[in-house]
């Protein structure tokens, strides 16, 4: 739409909706009136001031461009491309007689300093975090990967508020095919509007009914970097402080960057670790019910009378005693996330100690279960990611519920479904649980053990990367075997 066709200043107060921080600065410069827009709220004030107010205020005439001291300049004649400037924090500038309006880049300098990410404790490794600035984002990641091969592609997504996007991946290791299906899912999203980049993630995952998370949601540009090596695309959005990075596995949950910075033995053994937590997060309180519900022959002889005296005069069956103490555990914790972080050290200590204490001196629930309610709950918090944490939160309920019905069997029942259904999940095409469905052999030397890092020259084949090995990693002049000199 040609800018003279019609009053300018009322299109843009019409499509701003008569905005209280839409500004439009009428002046007069050369003889003849000059109009200076743009969003109090979006841009730098003191910016436009000095580079444009005042020049055009002292001068009064001469040449424009060289009176204006505002670099980034963009011409168009085009009122909808002002418009959508105006809400990237540019000032529009326009002469009644002339169709080309001046967009220049002025934008706000607020934003939050680069810190620690919260969600993801960092042990010996970079403490830098994403923030809520697209821009600072990429910055940290190229600054971490000093390659040419990076490629960054952006993509807008939102009908009535436009939110970027941007596609990182290394264009000679990232699996093409991948990437180009990513590009064909998120131009597909209709939507109003993305508010963060989890919103993104339910529309192009695989299975949104599945209780397991798909892809990776970081906010470690340390992970982002070493995912990219190995032929993983990331997936950023502008106002969020969270990248995912797909496609990964059920086994990416469990591995933290920490582990490659200890030693073989210890990062070893802190993986297996992570990942027997998984089977105690959901199944410990099953078996507990499922034991003293069905099976309390199993119970070692030196333990049934302290077990018969711990349940003896609970009012309540297992199920009951479990449900209670796990729906008390979910409420403190939740009331802990969603209040002030010294309130919420106060709820737990509350919830912990006196609500625990009280409960078993009323004889509501058996110290058993207290002990067995506080190791599945450490259990669910020992996984690094916190989405991974939400499912087997969720996960431990319906185990809980079959084992009260069918003791063990209903266990062995509940964990055949889940196997079932992790082995038949794939996330764009890739099965999330590989290595172990379909089998790999050599896909397992970073799964449950970490092995040496110059042992491990091939990348994961669940990204399907375009280079199968890594450069030759080699230890120098130091042998790599127990036989050194």
Known sequence: MHHLTQDVRTYFQKEFNHANDLIIHTLSWNHKPIH??????????????D??????????????????????????????????????GYCVIYFDDDADLYLFHTPSSYQRSITE??????????????????????????????SQHLAIRYAHVGLEADTKLAIVYMDQLANLEIVEEINKRIAEISIDYISSVGIVEQFIEDAPYSPFP?????????????????????????????AIILPVSFFAFYQSPDDYNLRILNGSFFRLLRVSSFFIAITLPAIYIAVVSFHFETIPNELVLPMQNAVLDIPFPPIMEAMLMELTVELIREAGLRLHSAVGQTIGVVGG?????????????????????????????????????ETLRILRFPIMILAASFGFLGIAFGLSILLIHMCKLEVLGI????????????????????????QMNQRPQDSKPQKKWRNLWLRGSVKHGRNKK
């Open 117 to 146: 990410p919260v969600n993801e404790k960092v042990l010996g490794n970079s403490h830098e975090g994403f923030i809520e600035r697209l821009d600072i984002n990429l910055h940290l990641i190229r600054k971490k990967i000093t």
């Open 36 to 49: 200076i827009v743009y969003l109090i709220t979006l841009v730098n004030e003191q910016s436009i001031q």
């Open 214 to 242: 798909q892809l990776l949601s970081t906010e470690r540009v340390d992970r982002v970097s070493a995912n990219l090596m190995e032929g993983r695309i990331a997936l950023l959005a502008d106002g969020s402080s969270n």
């Open 353 to 389: 100690l006196v609500i625990g204490d009280a409960i078993v001196r009323v004889g509501l629930v058996s110290n058993i279960m207290i002990v067995v309610v506080a190791l599945t709950a450490i259990s669910s918090f020992v996984v690094p990611s916190y989405e991974f944490r």
């Open 431 to 454: 099965p999330y649980f590989y290595p172990l469905s379909p089998l790999n052999w050599k896909g397992m030397k970073d799964t449950f053990i970490r092995m040496s890092i110059w």
């Open 51 to 88: 580079g444009v107010l005042t020049p055009l205020k002292h001068t009064e005439q001469g040449e424009f461009l060289q009176t204006i001291t505002l670099g980034q300049m963009q011409i168009t004649c085009l009122l909808e491309q002002a418009v959508d400037a105006l809400l990237r």
